[in-house]
């Protein structure tokens, strides 16, 4: 990797701490503040679904909130619908 996203990382790894150390002191169950892998991975999820309708948008494309909600189709699917097209 390189020297800048492993400074990078550090810094995240540092902050997430610094984080969770204060959220545990002002908290008097330690438990509730501890997150889970699906938990983190369903905001990372929410985050990049919005970041890219919001590049849709900034290319003129027309997008509504319901575009947020609806499920992104697996890599297999998008293979296979380019697979039945014939050459052209």
Known sequence: MSKFFDELM????EMDEIL??????SDSNADTSVL???QKQA????VRRS???ASLRIEGFETTPADAEKP???RMEVVEKYRQKPAD
């Not at 550090?10 to 790894?13: G, K, Q, Y």
């Not at 969770?20 to 002191?25: F, G």
Request: glycine fraction near 0%; proline fraction near 0%.
């Open 51 to 53: 970041n890219y309708l």
């Open 10 to 13: 550090e810094s995240v790894i």
């Open 43 to 46: 905001h990372y999820d929410k």
């Open 72 to 74: 992104l189709s697996s």
């Open 20 to 25: 969770r150390k204060k959220h545990r002191d």
């Open 36 to 38: 889970t892998f699906q």
